[in-house]
């Protein structure tokens, strides 16, 4: 078996998503998702601003791995692509895309979140642009695992992780087959197939990748619409499946699945469903549907013709 090992890219960019009403963390919970698995002994690249660079290499230091890592310092990332930035930010405040959406998300409908997103495949290619990566190159979100969420136990990362997935194209992990729904039923609903993260990319891909998500991205906006980074990723997937292999995962479990096995993981509680939560669980679906169409009568009768 050819093991390969891996060079990390990770990035974290304030966006205010302590303010968030719903999903909201603050920096601070952000780096300790980070210390969780920083034990992991690959080359480390990290994009971030200069407050959290510090932090970043201190918590690398602890753990003997500061020569293992890069950061690189950004304070302006909104400055890396102004452009479609602000066509983000304008269809951010379209009442019609956001009424358009099922339910009002805060982070898919942010401009900056979903800009942040679109980012992950730039830091990549910026990466091996200026040569701090080489080889085969996984993205890992700087809150992976969110502190425990699905692995137990932070001393199980202090090992190099390997992997016999193929350096010939970039893999992507999905969570439920894509049957071609069309794209707007997708962004209209949320509907969730590739995961963000991981993604493993060749280096000699890495520009493509870049290239292919910024080009979904400008396609979204062409059409009035923002979204994250997993539509960005079935768009690209859609469009180049000669480059792009997908394996059917869940979240967070790809590192288990593709090198580190050893890792244990949170066992599933298997609740039992009682009438109550049946009934709990329809009246929140009507609730959903009950919204949605008032949302959907705005748009229909906002205009007179």
């Not at 020569?67 to 692509?81: A, G, H, M, P």
């Not at 800009?115 to 040569?131: H, N, Q, R, T």
């Not at 997935?165 to 962004?187: A, H, M, N, R, V």
């Not at 994250?228 to 768009?235: A, K, R, S, V, Y």
Request: charged share 30%; aromatic share 16%.
């Amino acid at each position: 078996m050819n093991l390969k090992e891996l060079t990390i890219i990770t990035a974290f960019f304030d966006i205010g998503r302590e303010n968030f009403k719903e999903f909201s963390r603050s920096n601070d919970q952000y780096l300790e998702y980070f210390k969780f698995w920083a034990r992991i002994q690959n080359n480390l690249v990290v994009y971030t601003n200069k407050i959290m660079a510090k932090k970043v290499e201190e918590v690398r230091r602890e753990y003997g791995l500061l020569d293992k890592t890069k950061v690189v310092v950004i304070d302006d990332y909104l400055n890396i692509e102004p452009e479609i930035y602000k066509s983000m930010e304008k269809i951010s405040k379209n009442e019609t895309f956001l009424l358009y959406r099922y339910i009002d998300n805060p982070a898919d409908n942010n401009a900056k979140y979903d800009y942040v997103m679109l980012l992950k495949s730039w830091c990549i290619k910026d990466a091996v642009e200026k040569g701090y990566a080489k080889g085969l190159l996984a993205w890992l979100d700087f809150g992976f695992n969110h502190g425990g969420k699905v692995y137990t136990n932070p001393e199980e990362f202090d090992f190099l992780w390997r992997t016999n997935l193929s350096d010939d194209k970039i893999t992507l992990f999905y969570i439920e087959k894509d049957i071609g729904k069309p794209l707007f039923q997708i962004i209209q609903a949320y509907d969730t197939y590739i995961m963000g993260a991981p993604c493993i990319v060749p280096e000699h891909l890495a520009f493509q990748f870049w290239e292919d998500n910024k080009k979904a991205m400008e396609e979204l906006i062409d059409f009035g619409f923002i979204d994250d980074d997993q539509t960005l990723l079935l768009m690209s997937y859609r469009k180049h499946k000669d480059r792009y292999q997908i394996f059917k995962s869940d979240w967070f479990m790809p590192l288990k699945e593709y090198g580190g096995n050893h890792l244990t993981v949170k066992k599933k509680e298997l609740k039992k469903i009682t009438f109550k939560d049946r009934i709990l669980t329809k009246l929140a679906i009507r609730k959903r549907n009950y919204n949605c169409l008032k949302r959907l009568k705005k748009i229909f009768f906002k205009d007179v013709y």
